[in-house]
């Protein structure tokens, strides 16, 4: 029987809110299941100080290091990252990084397949190459290099002289001046990318992206977990953690598209499966998962706003199930991968 570890920085799985859907889904799939964090473990007698999951309850119980390792948080401490590379040089670990955004903006790019996709995208070294974007297209995007769910993202809109920026649902008029010592300040200390600014609007004007959420099932084959929506409620941030709202996919589809739902939804749906399936072939290590924001501009183009790892559905879907179901197929899949490669 396959034995699972869920790995994360967190001490008690009763603070992971995720861990009870794991435990649950590894006990359908007959799967043993445990979650640990890097504290726990010890290398020199390859056991662990675990939590399983028992009779309601989460109890602490000492284990053998597990075939697979579900790596649901990286570490975040040099010692922590010690011992999951140490672990890492016997056991499968069914999630790997793919960077930051512009490396995997270059990475796309350098590739070419899926680079008319890709909007053009700079690292903010300087003011003048956010002046010079804003010169060029008068609308664009400043966004963090390592941001996620939204957060950091800028909208700078430039009229004559002035410059109109939202940020968390905040607008500002700015002068030059001021732009600058804003722009200065922000990468002071974080790196920063800025790329023009697509119209990806609803029919009433809101700003909406989709989330393509795909991940590896039982055969290590790229399958779609879903695709949801996300509206801008104000600003240009579609993002439901800072203030926006999803809607179901096909209703949403049927309202914007009208009779042509139906191909803008087959095209979405092959775009995911398709794009996750030639990105995880750029790496050296496996992908697993991912989560692909995409906009649609009034030509119907998709546009690639960003790829991220360990994507996280909303709770509104009620998706935790099919989500970790899939995971821990994938996981028993890299268990006999790994054996067979032993036997050969």
Not at 32 to 55: D, H
Not at 219 to 248: C, D, H, K, M
Not at 253 to 269: A, G, I, P
Not at 271 to 286: C, M
Request: proline share 5%.
């Amino acid at each position: 029987m396959t034995t699972i570890g869920m790995l994360s920085h967190r001490n008690d799985p009763k603070t992971v809110f995720k861990s009870y859907a794991y435990a649950a889904a590894a006990k359908m799939e007959g799967v043993e299941f445990f979650f640990f964090s890097p504290g726990r473990v010890n290398l020199k007698e390859k056991t662990i100080l675990g939590w399983v999951y028992v009779m309601g309850e989460w109890i602490e119980k000492t284990v053998p290091f597990p075939d697979v390792i579900y790596n649901s948080s990286p570490p975040i401490t040099e010692k922590q990252e010690a011992i999951v590379e140490a672990l890492r040089q016997d056991i499968p670990f069914t999630s790997n990084p793919i960077g930051d955004k512009m490396s995997v903006y270059n990475r796309i790019k350098k590739d070419g397949n899926f680079s008319n996709y890709l909007i053009p995208s700079v690292d903010i070294t300087k003011f003048d190459v956010v002046n010079d974007l804003l010169n060029e297209y008068q609308e664009i995007i400043v966004k963090p290099a390592s941001g996620a769910k939204g957060i950091g993202i800028v909208y700078i809109q430039q009229e004559d002289d002035q410059y109109t920026i939202y940020q968390n649902q905040l607008k500002q008029v700015l002068t030059k001046i001021e732009l600058k010592q804003f722009i200065e300040n922000i990468i002071k200390n974080d790196a920063f990318l800025s790329q023009p600014f697509i119209q990806s609007k609803t029919n009433n004007g809101l700003s909406y992206d989709f989330r393509l959420h795909t991940q590896k099932d039982g055969e290590g084959q790229w399958t779609l977990t879903t695709i949801y929506p996300r509206i801008a409620g104000e600003g240009v941030v579609a993002n439901l953690s800072g203030g926006g709202y999803s809607a179901i996919f096909e209703s949403f589809l049927k309202h914007e598209f009208e009779e042509k739902f139906y191909d803008v939804k087959r095209t979405l749906e092959h775009f995911a499966v398709h794009f996750s399936t030639h990105f995880d072939g750029l790496y050296n290590e496996p992908l697993d998962e991912l989560g692909i924001d995409i906009g649609i501009d009034a030509n119907r183009k998709i546009w690639i706003f960003e790829v991220n790892w360990r994507p996280g559905p909303p709770i509104l879907f009620s998706l935790e199930q099919d989500v970790t179901k899939r995971m821990i197929r994938y996981a028993c899949y890299l268990q006999l991968q790994k054996a067979r490669l032993m036997q050969s």
